[in-house]
Nanobody, 123 residues
Framework: QVQLVESGGGLVQPGGSLRLSCAAPGFTLGYYVMGWFRQAPGKEREGVSCISSSDDSTTYTDSVKGRFTMSRGNAKNTLSMEMNMLKPEDTAVYYC????????????????WGQGTQVTVSS
């Protein structure tokens, strides 16, 4: 059982930045495909980005390309997502998740989930 813990959410003005982190004490996240997801009120959970377990290549959903950057820590036991030029439509609960399957942003392919961290973009 992989227990994931997110941190770094908060309230930020439009155009601002936040950095989300994800850790799993006792586990090496480098063994897994990792993803960031978000869920806004009344909407389905959406895949934001994912990172390969083999070469750390990344994939992003179109709405965040050029603004969000996902990466692993040097020791491969942490995950982060730098979010820049934030927009009100980025407001959601953000989750990190781990998968033993192929690189994908499909939520149903992820095996373990964190509890989520709230990101609110508002003036």
């Amino acid at each position: 059982q992989v227990q994931l813990v997110e941190s770094g959410g908060g309230l930020v003005q439009p155009g601002g930045s936040l950095r989300l982190s994800c850790a799993a004490p006792g586990f090496t996240l480098g063994y897994y495909v990792m993803g960031w997801f978000r869920q806004a009120p009344g909407k389905e959970r959406e895949g934001v980005s994912c990172i390969s377990s083999s070469d750390d290549s990344t994939t992003y959903t179109d709405s965040v390309k050029g603004r969000f950057t996902m990466s692993r820590g040097n020791a491969k036991n942490t995950l982060s997502m730098e979010m820049n030029m934030l927009k009100p439509e980025d407001t959601a609960v953000y989750y990190c998740a781990a998968s033993v399957h192929s690189l994908t942003t499909a939520p149903e392919m992820y095996d373990w989930w964190g509890q989520g961290t709230q990101v609110t973009v508002s003036s």
